[in-house]
């Protein structure tokens, strides 16, 4: 069963940056897709960030040019460089996998808190 561990989080002023890490223990991570994403109270979560296998990127317009995802299969690692914070960036945000033929897995970690604030 996938498990996931999100950290990383914290308070930071506009402007500033955090990296946020999730490790992933049982799949084959080299062989998933991964993706950040994020939530606040009352709102659906949206995908921040996705990577595929390839190393193939895509991000939310919002966040272009100002976030990194990024991998390394040894660690079973994901990490999601953000820069540049706004507070519009505040919430808890979680990672996740899958492969070309399933969805997100339905176990989210616990997630990590971003707060941006001056």
């Known amino acids: 069963q996938v498990q996931l561990m999100e950290s990383g989080g914290g308070l930071v002023q506009p402007g500033g940056s955090l990296r946020l890490s999730c490790v992933a223990s049982?799949?084959?991570?080299?062989?998933?897709?991964l993706g950040w994403f994020r939530q606040t109270p009352g709102k659906q979560r949206e995908t921040v960030a996705a990577?595929?296998?390839?190393?193939?990127?895509n991000y939310l317009d919002s966040v272009k040019g100002r976030f990194t995802i990024s991998r390394d299969n040894a660690k079973n690692t994901v990490y999601l460089q953000m820069n540049n914070l706004k507070p519009e960036d505040t919430a808890v945000y979680y990672c996740?996998?899958?492969?070309?033929?399933?969805?997100?897995?339905?176990?989210w970690g616990q997630g990590t808190q971003v707060t941006v604030s001056s």
């Open positions: 049982g799949i084959t991570f080299s062989a998933h897709a």
């Open positions: 996740n996998a899958r492969t070309v033929s399933q969805s997100w897995y339905d176990s």
């Open positions: 990577m595929n296998s390839g190393g193939r990127t």
